[in-house]
């Protein structure tokens, strides 16, 4: 199986591609909702399939703690182990593990931590993490990396100097063959520790590239900005990944940056909260103005909970804390979120992109949505 990254077309920065995976083709731009524990909460495989899911994500760090990638390798691999047949990419874990605070070290030859599940010691090396990732037979892989405060810039300086030497070492760690291995673009939001990590990175001729550390607390403007230093430097034959940004309009404006790929827990884990997605706006279906709603959660959506199901019921399941609750809202969300980006994808082959975009600020403002 060759990997492979084609474009299919641009309007301005926006790109439409195709992406060659061992696991079906993908088409980009795409949405990849995170399945942490090798599961979408409230959602099954058939579902996902069923929203046209292409890409799902799941996560190096839990799945090493519990069940064990030595394990999920005996049992056939996380595509045989979670019943998923399209492409699946792991991340490193080091967002968790750098996200454990007291609970960590770092050195320059990786990070101890101590696990959250048990307090059980543990070591990530780049050597490992490729290791693990292998174990667990995900189409795509990345590096690992270090995650640090993003308006810190002496941290950041020390953070990048360790994340260019470990992706240099997962490079040589990797075995290639079926597995995309991407490296991760750091730096904060300071143009010249972005722009210097694009550079190494990409001098490192990885299959595709992300882009980390990004909101993570940072303004709006300023994870464009880095976005913008970036673009320029990134080869336009690889796919570019943004990891964790996932709203509507962050999908629609970093589209407009030349990302091909987003992740986030946003669709999912709102569900679980009675938050409701929609292009135009994001509400809360616990609020006593649903109660007595005859109207499914979107007017003119065509997902299976808006076909079959009110508002008004809807809300009674949330308020009952019924699964089937969190399911129905999980797959409206989701299918926002893959809709979205199949306009946004048809739009940019049209030639079209710039009055969608125009369109999409337009219904928010109308709603009242910034």
Same mark, same amino acid.
């Given at each position: 199986?060759?990997?492979?990254?084609?474009?299919?077309?641009?309007?301005?920065?926006?790109?439409?591609?195709?992406?060659?995976?061992?696991?079906?083709? &993908?088409?980009?731009? %795409?949405?990849?909702? %995170?399945?942490?524990?090798?599961? &979408?909460?409230?959602?099954?495989?058939?579902?996902?399939?069923?929203?046209?899911?292409?890409?799902?994500?799941?996560?190096?760090?839990?799945?090493?703690?519990?069940?064990?990638?030595?394990? #999920?390798?005996?049992?056939?691999?996380?595509?045989?182990?979670?019943?998923?047949?399209?492409? #699946?990419?792991?991340?490193?874990?080091?967002?968790?593990?750098?996200?454990?605070?007291?609970?960590?070290? %770092?050195?320059?030859?990786?990070?101890?931590?101590?696990?959250?599940?048990?307090?059980?010691?543990?070591?990530?090396?780049?050597?490992?993490?490729?290791? =693990?990732?292998?174990?667990?037979?995900?189409?795509? #892989?990345?590096?690992?990396?270090?995650?640090?405060?993003?308006?810190? $810039?002496?941290?950041?300086?020390?953070?990048?100097?360790?994340?260019?030497?470990?992706?240099?070492?997962?490079?040589?760690?990797?075995?290639?063959?079926?597995?995309?291995?991407?490296?991760? &673009?750091?730096?904060?939001?300071?143009?010249?520790?972005?722009?210097?990590?694009?550079?190494?990175?990409?001098?490192?001729?990885?299959?595709?590239?992300?882009?980390?550390?990004?909101?993570?607390?940072?303004?709006?403007?300023?994870?464009? +900005?880095?976005?913008?230093?970036?673009?320029?430097?990134?080869?336009?034959? +690889?796919?570019?990944?943004?990891?964790?940004?996932?709203?509507?309009?962050?999908?629609?404006?970093?589209?407009?940056?030349?990302?091909?790929?987003?992740?986030?827990?946003?669709?999912?884990?709102?569900?679980?909260?009675?938050?409701?997605?929609?292009?135009?706006?994001?509400?809360?279906?616990?609020?006593?103005?649903?109660?007595?709603?005859?109207?499914?959660?979107? &007017?003119?959506?065509?997902?299976?909970?808006?076909?079959?199901?009110?508002?008004? $019921?809807?809300?009674?399941?949330?308020?009952?804390?019924?699964?089937?609750?969190?399911?129905? #809202?999980? %797959?409206?969300?989701?299918?926002?979120?893959?809709?979205?980006? +199949?306009?946004?994808?048809?739009? =940019?082959?049209?030639?079209?992109?710039?009055?969608?975009?125009?369109?999409?600020?337009?219904?928010?403002?109308?709603?009242?949505?910034?």
């Amino acid at each position: 199986m060759v990997l492979s990254f084609a474009l299919d077309g641009t309007d301005g920065r926006a790109r439409a591609g195709r992406f060659r995976l061992p696991h079906h083709e &993908v088409l980009t731009p %795409v949405f990849m909702p %995170v399945g942490t524990q090798a599961t &979408v909460k409230a959602v099954s495989p058939r579902d996902l399939c069923d929203l046209g899911a292409t890409v799902v994500l799941a996560n190096t760090y839990h799945l090493y703690l519990r069940p064990g990638d030595e394990r #999920i390798a005996r049992l056939g691999g996380l595509h045989a182990f979670m019943g998923w047949d399209g492409p #699946i990419l792991t991340d490193s874990g080091g967002f968790q593990v750098f996200s454990l605070a007291q609970r960590r070290t %770092v050195d320059a030859g990786g990070v101890t931590f101590r696990s959250h599940v048990d307090g059980s010691e543990h070591r990530f090396t780049p050597e490992r993490v490729i290791a =693990i990732q292998e174990n667990l037979g995900a189409d795509i #892989i990345v590096c690992l990396d270090e995650c640090s405060a993003p308006d810190d $810039y002496e941290y950041n300086k020390q953070a990048l100097a360790r994340t260019h030497a470990w992706a240099e070492r997962c490079k040589m760690a990797h075995a290639g063959g079926r597995q995309a291995l991407f490296g991760i &673009v750091q730096g904060g939001v300071f143009p010249d520790l972005r722009k210097r990590s694009a550079r190494f990175i990409v001098d490192l001729d990885f299959d595709g590239y992300a882009v980390g550390g990004l909101s993570v607390g940072e303004t709006k403007g300023q994870m464009h +900005r880095m976005l913008d230093v970036v673009d320029p430097v990134l080869p336009v034959d +690889r796919p570019r990944y943004l990891m964790g940004v996932g709203p509507p309009p962050g999908l629609v404006e970093c589209v407009a940056r030349g990302i091909d790929m987003f992740d986030c827990v946003l669709p999912t884990r709102s569900a679980r909260n009675g938050g409701v997605l929609t292009r135009a706006r994001r509400y809360n279906i616990r609020n006593a103005r649903y109660a007595d709603d005859p109207a499914p959660l979107e &007017v003119g959506c065509t997902c299976y909970a808006c076909g079959t199901f009110s508002r008004a $019921y809807i809300r009674h399941l949330n308020w009952a804390n019924e699964i089937l609750g969190h399911h129905l #809202i999980t %797959v409206h969300n989701l299918h926002v979120m893959f809709s979205l980006l +199949r306009d946004v994808r048809a739009s =940019i082959l049209e030639g079209r992109f710039e009055a969608f975009r125009e369109q999409f600020w337009r219904a928010r403002a109308q709603a009242g949505q910034e």
